[in-house]
């Protein structure tokens, strides 16, 4: 195993919810089965093969009629609530989505390693331009960026601030770095 590249179960989890919300419980189980996973659960603090999480979303995305990058791209935004609830004291309740984004790599990421030593999420260098401008440096060699822009977009939600935040990816959303544009209107 050694070397295999694992990742925490609780992104297999909320990709089973994903998929049974956009389908149904059977879209799971199907899902599994086309990519020849013989495991029926994912538990919530294990860690799991990334190779797993990828077939399972490019079948998904290929099931669904939709590019890998704009299934991880909703996922990204669906998976908000559950992590603002499991990670809710990381965070002070008068953020909103600007402080969200310019503290989650001190706040967020580092609960996620302080709760689980093993989980690798990617790295986040959030530069302010001025008062209503973000620039998100997102680093991974999991080349996961769609779900970080999903997140971004699903931190506006949450907020009730989607009017007032656009998000801009400027770069390859393939790519090992990727920069993301973070305008807030006032």
């Given at each position: 195993m050694?070397?295999?590249?694992?990742?925490?179960g609780?992104?297999?989890?909320l990709?089973?919810?994903y998929?049974?919300k956009?389908?149904?419980?059977?879209a799971w189980?199907?899902?599994?089965?086309?990519?020849?996973?013989?495991?029926?659960a994912?538990?919530?603090?294990?860690?799991?093969?990334?190779?797993?999480?990828?077939?399972?979303?490019?079948?998904?995305?290929?099931?669904?009629g939709?590019?890998?990058?704009?299934l991880?791209?909703?996922?990204?935004?669906?998976?908000?609530?559950d992590?603002?609830?499991?990670?809710?004291k990381?965070?002070?309740?008068?953020w909103?989505?600007?402080?969200?984004?310019?503290?989650?790599?001190?706040?967020?990421?580092?609960?996620?390693?302080?709760?689980?030593?093993?989980?690798?999420p990617?790295?986040?260098?959030?530069?302010?331009?001025?008062?209503?401008?973000l620039?998100?440096?997102y680093?991974?060699?999991?080349?996961?960026?769609?779900?970080?822009?999903?997140?971004?977009?699903?931190i506006?939600?949450?907020?009730?601030?989607?009017?007032?935040?656009?998000?801009?990816?400027?770069?390859?959303?393939?790519?090992?770095?990727?920069?993301i544009?973070?305008?807030?209107?006032?």
């Amino acid at each position: 195993m050694g070397s295999q590249d694992l990742m925490h179960g609780s992104i297999f989890v909320l990709l089973k919810r994903y998929v049974e919300k956009e389908y149904d419980y059977s879209a799971w189980m199907k899902l599994l089965e086309k990519v020849g996973i013989e495991r029926t659960a994912y538990q919530m603090h294990e860690m799991y093969p990334t190779d797993e999480l990828f077939a399972l979303v490019h079948q998904a995305s290929e099931d669904m009629g939709i590019s890998a990058y704009d299934l991880m791209e909703q996922y990204g935004e669906f998976i908000v609530p559950d992590l603002l609830l499991m990670y809710k004291k990381y965070f002070k309740p008068e953020w909103r989505t600007y402080e969200m984004l310019l503290y989650t790599e001190e706040a967020m990421h580092g609960a996620v390693k302080k709760e689980d030593s093993r989980t690798s999420p990617p790295k986040l260098l959030v530069t302010k331009q001025g008062n209503s401008r973000l620039i998100i440096d997102y680093h991974s060699k999991r080349r996961m960026c769609g779900v970080a822009v999903g997140i971004v977009r699903g931190i506006a939600k949450y907020y009730n601030e989607s009017d007032k935040v656009q998000v801009t990816r400027l770069t390859d959303p393939y790519a090992e770095r990727v920069q993301i544009l973070v305008d807030f209107q006032k």
